[in-house]
């Protein structure tokens, strides 16, 4: 009892100094989070449980990012490295909630968000020209909103949820630095926005962006219902396979878009599963459902199905839209990341399968890259082809 005792005052007392300031200002903004437990705020002190420091530490991920911006001496200079976390941490006190609900401080979900669209605006290019800058730029704003819009909801539907879970229990509602009131005002902000990103388009893509509303309002509630929560969040997450198209075009080529939104999906069902693992005793717990619960130890035969139909969408949108050797070629290395995502996961590593889900924005982004090198090359094949035939 007394050694108990003695840590607890201990982590009391080393807390509070480093929330006074006494250790440096990165210090600082962990012990920021420190003060923050799953019941609400502890503004004097801490749980003398030391099992809520280690709930702490785990359930902020953020935090630990946030640690590369601070100075750290290398040959007596001090060095900075900039963070979507350090950035959330640096901006005025009464805004980092709302910066925090809408996981400006985790990027990972706008990147995956973001990504089908650069597919589908780059497909639609000209042969042998880059995707539109312009367009590009407008859909990385409307993924940034969408997927804020989409955090907050999630959050209004969880909050009980959250709150027994590690992991989520300091999200700004469930701990109570936002109210529900407060969150539907801002959802309504973002929405707005959101709104006037979706109406630079053509009358098209506006009706077939709005169309995506419903499932972006009802995919928190599927894990309350179903095991398959994860295939509504692919059907959300790569609307925007469809959506970039329609936006060069002015209507969707179905040859082109349906494969490759339904590769999206395919795509969505490994990473999240993979995610999922992370919850899945918390899951249990509280009585929300996953792919990851449903799987379980039959987890890599699933995800490798979900690779291979993944890929052969990825073919046969090629195919449609005329690809060239580069596309191909760039095919190949993303069915070998894939292959070694799924080969190499290990399902009861929280921190393992936080890794390889990151790691799917350098594989959509690869995927990219390849869509517009097989582009450009098609200019020199049409060059190439009229030279022939000029010799005939």
């Known amino acids: 009892m007394l050694p108990a005792k003695m840590t607890s005052r201990l982590t009391q007392n080393v807390l509070r100094r480093i929330h006074l300031g006494h250790f440096s200002p990165c210090v600082y903004s962990l012990s920021n989070c420190c003060l923050h437990t799953e019941g609400g705020r502890i503004r004097d002190g801490l749980h003398s449980d030391s099992s809520a420091l280690t709930r702490v530490f785990y359930s ?47 990027p990972i979900g706008t990147w995956l968000l973001y990504l089908p669209c650069t597919w589908s605006i780059a497909l639609a290019s000209d042969p042998g020209c880059l995707p539109h800058l312009g367009m590009l730029t407008l859909f990385g704003t409307g993924a940034l909103l969408m997927r804020g819009a989409g955090c907050t909801i999630n959050d209004m ?6 709150k027994k879970v590690a992991r989520t229990a300091t999200r700004p509602i469930a701990s109570g630095e936002i109210s529900r009131m407060q969150a539907l005002v801002f959802l309504g902000g973002q929405l707005s926005l959101a709104l006037g990103v979706l109406l630079c388009l053509n009358y098209y893509s506006i009706a077939l962006g709005a169309a995506s509303l419903s499932l972006v309002i009802t995919y928190p509630l599927m894990k309350r219902i ?9 059907l959300t997450f790569n609307w925007g396979a469809l959506l970039g198209w329609s936006a060069v ?7 082109v878009c349906l494969p490759l939104y339904f590769s999206g999906v395919m795509w969505t069902l490994i990473y999240d599963t993979i995610y999922a693992h992370q919850d899945k005793e918390d899951d249990v717990k509280v009585g929300v459902r996953s792919t990851a619960l449903r799987f379980q130890d039959q987890t890599k035969p699933w995800l490798s199905g979900f690779a291979v139909a993944m890929m052969s969408g990825l073919v046969a949108a090629g ?4 690809q060239t050797l580069p596309y191909y070629a760039v095919l190949s290395t993303v069915a070998l990341h894939v292959t070694h995502q799924i080969y190499t996961l290990d399902i009861n590593k929280p921190e393992d399968c936080w890794k390889k889900f990151v790691s799917n924005r350098n594989l959509g982004l690869l995927l990219f890259l390849g869509i517009v090198a097989g582009n450009l090359w098609k200019e020199r094949r049409e060059t190439l082809l009229q030279n022939e035939e000029a010799f005939r």
């Open 60 to 106: 902020q991920s953020a935090v630990c990012s946030s640690l590369r911006l601070c100075g750290t001496q290398h040959y007596g200079r001090r060095s900075f490295s900039l963070s979507a976390a350090t950035i959330v941490n640096s901006a005025p006190a009464p805004v980092q909630p709302y910066l925090r609900l809408m996981r400006l401080d985790k």
């Open 249 to 255: 075009k002015g209507s969707c080529d179905w040859s």
């Open 319 to 322: 195919i449609n839209a005329e």
């Open 157 to 162: 539907w969880d909050k009980d949820f959250d």
């Open 226 to 234: 179903t095991y398959w929560p994860q295939f509504v969040l692919g």
